[in-house]
């Protein structure tokens, strides 16, 4: 059965970090871009950063720059989203998605809440 699993979110207080992790299972992530997306309530969807599959290049939005950082082991069929000095922008459902670089396939996950407040 093809999942993508996100975790690692919850309550952090501002300037604080998070590793949110999108494990993948029945198939082979090593081809697939990775995406993360956030929504907040009453806001659109909005895209916070993209690692590509084969070379690993790595993209931000303006909003997460040298804040975020992504990661992925391909051994491990993980993607990781590192969150350092977190705002209460922030603070949406996070969700990642499996993109093949070739085909119409889009993976997506069931999202994990990221909650910035003190």
């Known amino acids: 059965q093809v999942q993508l699993v996100e975790s690692g979110g919850g309550l952090v207080q501002p300037g604080g970090s998070l590793r949110l992790s999108c494990a993948a299972s029945g198939f082979n992530l090593n081809y697939y871009a990775i995406d993360w997306f956030r929504q907040a309530p009453g806001k659109e969807h909005e895209g916070v950063s993209c690692i590509s599959g084969r070379d690993g290049n790595a993209y931000y939005d303006d909003s997460v720059k040298g804040r975020f950082t992504i990661s992925r082991d391909n051994a491990k069929t993980t993607v990781e989203l590192q969150m350092n000095n977190l705002k209460p922008e922030d603070t949406a459902v996070y969700y990642c998605?499996?993109?093949?670089?070739?085909?119409?396939?889009?993976?997506w996950g069931q999202g994990t809440q990221v909650t910035v407040s003190s």
């Open positions: 998605n499996a993109r093949h670089p070739f085909l119409a396939i889009n993976y």
